[in-house]
């Protein structure tokens, strides 16, 4: 048989053996099967490479948004080093990506700013919290800008702590915020060159006016109508003059410049023993509800100065309801400083020191306030009544504040206001300056006093009254000159007065050095300030007696009495 027979015939074979396949029911489903299988494999091959296209195409776009974002993104490890950071981080620093991973971040940071970055990172590190604070970053050419962190935390495959960081640049908002604070510090000046000028122009009226009646007195001394009593010209113009003097310790009180003695007290209860005074105060008419639970907390506060708060905040909501009848509230509670409103607070920026307060509230429904007058009515002499009025509730305030609290207002046009005072919760009873050295209610007179006054006129006047009291008198205009006069008359002077302000030598370093000279001296320090205050100080040497300007002449004669009979027990301690 030749070769090409056999090939035909295995050629037959074949064929036969396809066609007996195809006439075979389950050779027919097993291909059907496998071109289905190839079908859906060819099917999820195509969903797979366009699923891969997509992924592609989506990691190309988050490169692009996490690259290109108009903010800085970082990833810093728990050591403070760089892992990962964005184009725009690059950007910000001026330097190259790659450069700044494995570098720590602290190293961007300005120098003054690094104790906040390392705080807040301690902070959420040991909270896990998020936070966002702001701070000054610096870039590769030594410049400084400002930048907002916010910051978050996560973990690594290995459980290591990360901090995901937002790089926001503020330097415009901050431009923003420093115009805006110019404008307020603008503001406030005009606002301040306002009242100091209302304050200035008022002070001038109230002293004109008692100096007027001091001035009209004494010439009426010099010609008196026939039948008129000198000594009714006297009292008037001594009258005058207390009352001048009196505008002045106000305005001590206003700024703070007093030191006074306190003691712990139970607010409420020294608001309860002032309700009769605060009663006889307000007309017919006007009723005082008090809401005072005891015993309350406790505070360290003069008590004659919060009876003049009482005063000044109850008689400022009568007047406000002006001449109507109605009720006046008075209350103390508990407070905490959280709760202390932001709004309407006076002094302005004031911050409490503590978490516990007290607080004492007065409600009237009166006129109320507007916005623009809340803003100054603790301005001296502001006042929305009448004029000659204005220096109660500055003297408040200064009150207040010397005492470490704090005001605020809640008012609403023609229906209501409320005046808060927040005191500080005593916690320790507040050390009291010493009485006052023995009293003596006489002296002898005789032996000569000397006298030291860089005023002239006060040298003359008082003089004179030291004279009447019957002594002799040496005047010196200071404290050098004062020196060299005792050292002149030592054996003759029994006692010392001299003035706090002087040029050369004050009163202290005069007293100091008398003291060196006679250390059993009999010394009086006279003052227009506060005399808590003047005494307050640490000083080697004090005074037997202080005296207070103005002063009389009754006063002059107990201070000398003073001086005089202390001399055998010690001076003032301070």
Not at 276 to 281: A, G
Not at 357 to 379: R, S
Not at 450 to 459: F, K, Q, S, W, Y
Request: aromatic share 6%; proline share 5%.
């Amino acid at each position: 048989m030749s070769e090409m027979e056999n090939l035909r015939r295995q050629s037959e074979a074949s064929a036969g053996q396809v066609a007996n396949s195809l006439t075979d029911p389950v050779a027919a489903r097993s291909l059907e099967e496998s071109e289905r299988v190839i079908r859906e494999l060819q099917a999820q091959n195509e969903d797979l490479r366009r699923a891969q296209a997509e992924l592609s195409a989506s990691q190309a776009r988050y490169f692009d948004l996490y690259d290109l974002a108009p903010v800085g993104y970082l990833t810093v490890s728990e050591q403070g080093l760089i892992l990962e950071a964005n184009l725009s981080v690059a950007a910000l620093l001026d330097v190259a990506r790659q450069s700044i991973i494995k570098q720590p971040f602290s190293l961007y940071i300005f120098k003054e700013d690094q104790d906040s970055y390392y705080r807040h990172r301690k902070l959420i590190s040991e909270t896990g919290s998020p936070q966002s604070w702001e701070l000054q970053m610096v870039r590769s050419d030594g410049t400084v800008f400002w930048a907002h962190l916010d910051t978050a935390t996560a973990q690594d495959s290995e459980g290591a702590i990360l901090f995901h960081i937002v790089i926001t640049r503020i330097a415009e908002r901050k431009q923003a915020e420093q115009a805006l604070q110019e404008v307020i510090a603008k503001n406030r000046q005009l606002q301040k060159a306002e009242s100091l000028g209302r304050m200035a122009g008022s002070i001038a009226h109230h002293f004109n006016n008692k100096l007027q009646t001091v001035m009209s007195n004494l010439e009426l001394l010099g010609g008196l109508p026939q039948g008129m009593n000198p000594a009714k010209c006297l009292n008037m113009a001594k009258l005058a003059t207390e009352r001048a003097a009196e505008v002045s310790r106000l305005m001590l009180l206003f700024l703070g410049q007093t030191t006074s003695i306190r003691e712990p007290r139970y607010l409420a209860e020294l608001c309860w023993e002032s309700l009769p005074m605060l009663q006889d105060t307000l007309p017919d008419g006007v009723i005082l509800e008090a809401d005072l639970p005891k015993p309350g907390a406790v505070v360290s506060v003069n008590t004659n100065e919060i009876n003049r708060v009482l005063i000044n905040l109850v008689c400022n909501a009568w007047e406000a309801m002006g001449g109507a009848t109605g009720c006046i509230r008075l209350s103390v509670k508990p407070a905490q400083a959280k709760d202390i409103p932001l709004a309407h607070r006076y002094p302005v920026g004031w911050h409490p020191h503590g978490p516990d307060y007290v607080c004492l509230a007065v409600e009237d429904t009166g006129c109320g306030l507007a916005e623009a007058e809340i803003e100054k009515v603790f301005d001296p002499f502001y006042t929305t009544k009448f004029i000659g009025r204005g220096l109660g509730l500055p003297v408040v305030m200064g009150i207040v504040h010397s005492h470490g609290g704090v005001v605020t207002i809640e008012s609403e046009p023609g229906q209501y206001s409320v005046f808060r005072v927040f005191f500080p919760v005593c916690n320790e009873a507040m050390p009291r300056l010493p009485e006052m050295g023995v009293q003596a209610s006489a002296f002898e007179g005789g032996g000569t006093i000397l006298l030291v006054d860089d005023d002239e006129l006060l040298l003359t006047a008082t003089g004179a009254m030291i004279e009447m009291l019957g002594f002799s008198l040496l005047t010196a205009k200071d404290g050098v000159e004062a020196l060299e006069i005792f050292e002149q008359h030592r054996a003759d002077i029994r006692c010392v007065i001299t003035d706090l302000a002087m040029p050369r030598k004050d009163g202290w370093a005069t007293l100091a050095a008398l003291r060196e000279l006679d250390t059993d001296l009999p010394v009086i320090l006279a003052s227009g300030y506060d005399e808590a205050r003047v005494l307050s100080g640490d000083h080697p040497d004090h005074p037997q007696a202080f005296l207070g300007k103005p002063f009389g002449l009754q006063q002059l004669r107990d201070a000398l009495a003073q001086a005089l009979a202390a001399n055998q027990t010690g001076a003032i301690q301070g």
